[in-house]
C-alpha cells in the first residue's frame, strides 16, 4: 500500500534509533551493533561496515521487514527465506535467530556485503542454517533458468533494495527467478526513492498481489495499519 512505504519513509536514519526495535551500540571501535526486536526479547547482532557503501548501513525499511518477520514467525517454519540484496541482512538473520525456518540465503553482489554477512552469520550463531552467496541480478534478466537452485526459496525478501530505474527493471525479474513454484515474495520499498513506483509497476506485469497475513484485508491500507499499531505511526 502506498501509505505503508511513505510511512516508512518519513524515519530517522540514525545509528542508536531504528524503526522496528533499537539499534545499541556494542563496540565504537569496530562498529557492531546488537539490534533489539520484539521489545527486546530477539537480538541480533551485526557488524557496521562503511566499505559496503549504501548497503553497509540499516535503512529505516529494513528494521520494520525484521520486525514484522519475527511478528508472524509462523510463516517461515520449515522453509526456505531468501533475502535479495541483503546488505548486512539483518531481516534474514532475524528470521534465522528467531523462527524456525530450514534455510536462510543471503545474497547480494557486492563483495563488502558479503564478507559483513559472514561475520554476521557467525556473530549470531547461525552457519547451521544460514548462506552467504553472491547473486547479481543482471544474471536473471530474461534467463531465470540461469538461476541455480541453491538460490531459489519458498519465500524472498528484500527492503530498501530499489535507488534507480534501472535497478526497478532487475529486482522483479531477479525475484521471480528465486521463488519455488507457489512462492511470495515480501519487499518493503519507500515510495519516495526513486525507482520505486516502476518497481511496484513492474512487479505487478508478473506476480500477483495479496494480503501478507495478520492484517485485515477489508481495509485498504492493511500493512500501514500494521506498522502503525506496532511500531506507531512516526
Known sequence: ?????QLLASGKNDSRTE???RSVPLDPADRRRR????????????????EAGTGGKLWDATPILAEWALQHRDIWRGRIVHEL?????LPGLAIAVGAEPSRVILSDCVQECLAAMQQNVALNGVEDRVTVQRF?????????????ESLRADFVICSDVVYSREVAGWLPQAALACLRPG???FALLPLSRMGCRECLRNFGEIMR???PPGVDPSTDHAMADWIKHHLGSN
Open 183 to 185: 512462492g511470495t515474495l
Open 35 to 50: 539490534v533489539q526486536l520484539m521489545a527486546g526479547r530477539i537480538e541480533v547482532e551485526l557488524q557496521i561496515t562503511s
Open 19 to 21: 524503526f522496528g526495535g
Open 1 to 5: 500500500a502506498p501509505e505503508s512505504t
Open 209 to 211: 498481489p495479496f494480503d
Open 85 to 89: 540484496g541483503a546488505g548486512l541482512g
Open 136 to 148: 547479481d541480478w543482471r544474471d536473471a534478466i530474461g534467463q531465470p533458468g540461469r538461476v541455480p
